[in-house]
């Protein structure tokens, strides 16, 4: 029905008693004679369909007259042009037709343009229809991977808070985690050697599934016969040590779930992520996995707490709702396994369809060598501006670090038994990721329309504000023996805990990796490296040792409570310090670009004028 109609111009048809005459420059049909058996309705009637049939080719052209001799016959119907039609676009064809409509082979010029629903959609959830097996897939294993963690999170708190007290953290983190990851680093490295990009994962992921299936029916069963037993005069000083040492499979479990929360996530997901993900599409994808992920510890944060509920009281209650929970993590571990294998297929599909692109092509780049500590103190002492980045990084660690465990002794103190402990650490977990979520959502908008230093002030102020009250708690009453006291530290402490951990996902990373854009290229490589390197160490295990030290002084945490809060606001203090320091020199970095950036543009379009006259 649609395709240009030639008709010679000034053609005319003898008319015919009762026959209707139509111009043939509108490109109709001949003019029909009536015959005395048809009627005129049904003359009529042919005559609109048919008109309706030519008109619909010709009622975008302003010309109603006949088409040029040397006009191209179209044979496409989206080429034509007729009402579906687009205008022309400029701008390089809106960016080839906005990347082929992302890669998805479907151009503007073959679709009507796109509805303010669709608008809205792209806005709030833009992922296309193509895009969403890959997108769901790749999401729920984020997911799957999150919900192990957390289940696996809450129970190892659970053991070791419950058995060896708070205090033995810091020193499990110290000297079983740390030492634990650098040799599943070298153990990784050898397995990449080993074996192809796809067996990969699963000889990364199985280990860990089965590990928790054999702490679940073997070993905490049999606990009795494989931990000695310590003497009960122990020197408090010393004995989270010991009891480390002696329940040394609760040790173990802490240790390999906090490696599965690094292997995990950044291993597991985020290499296949970067690798399978072009840049036009991450854009689009990297945010929405961590918003959707965080729906993950809310489901096992219940779940943690459904299965205690459930089991009968005892201490056998907790190695029924132990071997509960374990069924439901290799039930994620092997959705996890079929879920890598689905999105492989659907990455392969997306090659084979060419949706990826020219911008997914690998490129072969010189290898970094990877900066020692030494090269990365002697880098960040030479950097001012790394140097007070530097600062904002040690502080959130120490910090966080310091009140975390110091609130983890009041729960053990508050829920003696490890059912009622598991419960709470679950609806803990779900708080957390719930206002996450809720911050996540919100929190963008702080440095949108407050900016850069109003939004990485927010998270020190709002952890020491928070701080305050939980500490005088400690300090002024007597929480070992005043339960009232005690309820409300715990409350204050796990508000305290639950939005520092929040904000740290909502404002502080953001913040942190904004705080590189204005550095040139060779500063950018070198000061994350040595922020990685050094900074990230000395967070994570400076407040360990700190609290060590007050321990062995004190015996215990919350007799040394007075002194972590001094370390404690002395680190808040030297945060915001940083901050103020690293926004001044933040704005006056963007300016100068800014105005790099104008000059360069002012430059250019005065030789493209110059050009454009010589021509």
Known sequence: QRHWVAVPPHTTTPEAPGATRRSANL??????????????????????????TQASALVSKPHLGPAPSSAPRLSAPQASEGLLSQPKRV????????????KGGATESAAPARTRLAKLKDALFPIEGWEMAKFFSMSMMMFMII????TVRDTKDTLVVSTCGAESITFLKVYGVLPAATMFMVYYSWLSSVFSKKWL????????????????????????????TLPKDLDERWQYVLLLLSNWSYSLFYIVSELWGSVGVSVLFWQLANEITPVW??????????????????????????????????????????????????????????????????????????????DHVPINKKKKAKMSMAESFKFLVQQRYLGYLCILVISYGLSINLTEVIWKRMVKQAYTNKKDYQI???????????????????????????????????????????????????????????????????????????????????????????????????????????????????????????????V????????????????????????????????????????????????????????DKAKAKAK
């Open 424 to 550: 709470f650490m679950g609806n803990y977990s779900s708080l957390v990721g719930a206002a996450t979520f809720v911050i996540i959502f919100f929190g963008s908008n702080i440095v949108k329309h407050l900016g850069w230093t109003i939004g990485a002030l927010t998270t020190p102020v709002l952890m020491g504000g928070l701080a305050a009250p939980f500490f005088s708690f400690v300090i002024m009453n007597d929480v070992k023996s005043d339960k009232t006291v005690l309820s409300k530290a715990v409350f204050v402490g796990m508000w305290q805990n639950i939005l520092s951990k929040a904000i740290k996902y909502a404002l502080f990373d953001p913040t942190k990796e904004m705080a590189y854009i204005p550095l040139d290229h060779d500063t950018k490589v070198k000061g994350k490296a040595a922020i990685d390197v050094l900074a990230a160490r000395i967070g994570k295990s400076g407040g360990a040792l700190v609290q060590q030290f007050i």
């Open 147 to 150: 919900y192990i963690y957390t």
């Open 552 to 607: 062995m002084y004190f015996g215990n945490i919350i007799d040394g409570a007075g002194c972590v809060a001094t370390v404690f606001f002395g680190t808040i203090a030297a945060w915001i310090w940083g901050v103020l320091g690293l926004a001044k020199m933040f704005e006056e970095k963007v300016a100068a670009g800014k105005k790099a950036s104008e000059k360069a543009a002012t430059e250019k379009a005065a030789k």
């Open 91 to 102: 701008e390089g064809d809106v960016q080839a037709t906005e990347g082929l409509r992302l």
């Open 27 to 52: 490109g109709d049909p001949a003019p029909v004679e009536t015959a005395s058996g048809m009627t005129h309705k049904t003359i009529l009637a042919v005559g609109l369909v048919l008109l309706a």
């Open 281 to 358: 599409q991450a854009k689009r994808f990297y945010p929405l996995f961590g918003q959707l992920a965080n729906i993950a510890p809310i489901c096992a944060g219940q779940t943690v707490a459904y299965f205690a509920k459930m089991s009968a009281e005892g201490d056998d209650a907790f190695a029924k709702s132990l071997q509960y929970t374990t069924v439901l993590i290799l039930s994620a571990g092997a959705l996890l396994m079929g879920l890598y294998h689905q999105v492989g297929v659907l990455d392969e599909r997306d090659v084979k369809e060419g949706r990826k692109g020219d």
């Open 201 to 228: 994962f699963y000889v990364t992921a199985v280990p860990f599934m089965a590990f928790y299936g054999l702490f679940a029916w073997v070993l905490y069963p049999n606990r009795a016969l494989i931990h000695p």
